[in-house]
């Protein structure tokens, strides 16, 4: 069974751009998670989508956004980019049946550079 | 509210010598916990999960209880190997919260040969 996939896999882009990351996730899985990865703050949660809705969000501003299609397939996007932004986004897949004790698997990741 | 908190890293080891990264947990009610590991230039790949208090969960020579008298679960390895090498995480997901895992900031292990 094929992992979950995420493309770009390394994309560099200037403040002020905006930018879309793309997620496939694991074939019947129907929740994708989102999450940033820094040195400085580690792995932070952005949001959730499950059957297309945005279900849980973390605390990062409204210029992160995403969206999750009928496939289960989930975008996110970043307008205005700031250096800030420059980091590693992992995307993972889960089942979303049994609660808080779903396993994520997740992707290798897309490396955002804001110059 | 949820937090995770790691050993600081980074750890050097040499090659079959024993393996310990303390990690305790901040939550309300019963988390899930999970230890995930990171190779370089990888994402995350779950290492081990336990889902209820005095759970081991264990894999690859991994293990880990997860203790609610000490808020903790630990990962313990009896003996490491080069390949070992990589980037270990702690991570709790919340009671009522699914798809939301809480991380810890990570244990950079080296193993020499």
């Known amino acids: 069974k094929a992992g979950v996939t995420q493309t770009p896999r390394y994309l560099i882009k200037t403040r002020g751009q905006q930018v879309t990351l793309s997620c496939s996730p694991i074939?019947?899985?129907?929740?994708v998670s989102w999450y940033q990865q820094t040195p400085g703050q580690g792995l932070q949660f952005l949001f959730e989508?499950?059957?297309?809705?945005?279900?849980n969000k973390g605390n990062f501003p409204g210029r992160f956004s995403g969206r999750q299609f009928s496939n289960s397939r989930s975008e996110m996007n970043v307008s205005t980019l700031e250096l800030g932004d420059s980091a590693l986004y992992l995307c993972a897949s889960s089942l979303r049946t049994s609660g808080n004790t779903d396993t994520q698997y997740f992707g290798p990741g897309t490396r955002l550079t804001v110059l | 509210g949820n937090s995770v908190t790691q050993m600081e890293g980074p750890v050097t080891l040499s090659e079959e010598a024993f393996l310990t990264i303390n990690c305790t947990y901040t939550?309300?009610?019963?988390?899930?916990l999970f230890w995930y590991v990171q190779y370089p230039g990888e994402g995350l790949q779950l290492l081990l999960k336990?889902?209820?208090?005095?759970d081991k969960g264990s894999n690859k020579g991994f293990e880990a209880t997860y203790r609610k008298e000490t808020t903790s679960f630990h990962l313990e390895k009896g003996s490491v190997q080069v390949s070992d090498s990589a980037v270990y995480f702690c991570?709790?997901?919340?009671?009522?919260?699914?798809?939301?895992?809480?991380f810890g900031k990570g244990t950079k292990l080296s193993v020499k040969p």
């Open positions: 939550a309300t009610g019963y988390p899930s």
């Open positions: 074939s019947g899985h129907r929740s």
């Open positions: 991570a709790l997901s919340p009671l009522g919260s699914q798809g939301n895992l809480i």
């Open positions: 336990a889902t209820k208090a005095d």
């Open positions: 989508y499950f059957s297309e809705t945005q279900r």
